[in-house]
């Protein structure tokens, strides 16, 4: 259980508005990834972090950023969102000692109109 | 060619009898596989990790793993309805950083 928390769980939103998506966690890992679930097309990563200083695109960065607020946090934010965004968001942790598994947060269910 | 496979599904079996999902990857250097399970609506949940050739059995589960085959496997003992869910397999690279590439997912049915 790595105690990864999101939030909002759902969101509904229209289109142009600014949005931002939050995970945090409890057990201090380092890594932290963002991730988007579409039907038929599986999981894709959008950002991922080693640290607080190392912030990374993924496949599908394009109107996304991020920030590591802190090495707890990571957030995820939509500057001007659009339909096609309407996805179900994961935040993921990997915990420490070389292991590579990731867990998932419970998601955000996001809507744009 | 995607870079992780699987039937979609849905692949449906009786209560008690066994269920053998599959999945293919691309990459012939993948070091690391995990089969997480996903309910609807829901997060994906780690089952199982499997890293060298063979089998790797934890209850119910065994993963299979061929890196010659680039094929891995996930066997379900004893089906129970509690089991229908979308089982996704993820595959790492071999060099740099370790991304989880994910396959679309296979539904799995069982029913009473």
């Known amino acids: 259980d790595a105690d990864v928390t999101q939030t909002p769980r759902n969101r509904i939103t229209k289109t142009g508005k600014r949005i931002m998506l939050e995970c945090s966690q409890t057990?201090?890992?380092?890594?932290m990834y963002w991730y988007r679930q579409d039907p038929g097309l599986g999981l894709r990563l959008i950002y991922y972090s080693f640290d607080v200083k190392d912030i990374n695109k993924g496949e599908i960065s394009d109107g996304y950023s991020v920030s590591r607020q802190a090495q707890a946090k990571f957030s995820l934010s939509l500057e001007s969102a659009i339909p096609n965004q309407t996805a179900l968001y994961f935040c993921?942790?990997?915990?420490?000692?070389?292991?590579?598994?990731?867990?998932f947060g419970p998601g955000t269910r996001l809507t744009v109109l | 060619q995607k870079e992780v496979e699987q039937n979609s599904g849905p692949l449906s079996v009786p209560e008690g009898a066994i269920a053998s999902l599959n999945c293919t990857y691309s990459d012939r250097g993948s070091q690391s596989f995990f089969w997480y399970r996903q309910y609807s609506g829901k997060s994906p949940e780690l089952i199982m990790s499997?890293?060298?050739?063979g089998d790797k059995e934890d209850g119910r589960f065994t993963a299979q793993l061929n890196k010659a085959s680039q094929y891995v496997s996930l066997l379900i003992r004893d089906s129970q309805p509690s089991d229908s869910a979308t089982y996704l397999c993820?595959?790492?690279?071999?060099?740099?950083?370790?991304?989880?590439?994910f396959g679309t997912g296979t539904r799995l049915l069982v029913s009473p």
């Open positions: 057990k201090g890992h380092d890594r």
């Open positions: 993820a595959v790492t690279g071999n060099t740099g950083f370790q991304k989880l590439v």
């Open positions: 993921a942790v990997t915990p420490g000692g070389g292991t590579d598994t990731q867990y």
């Open positions: 499997i890293y060298s050739n």
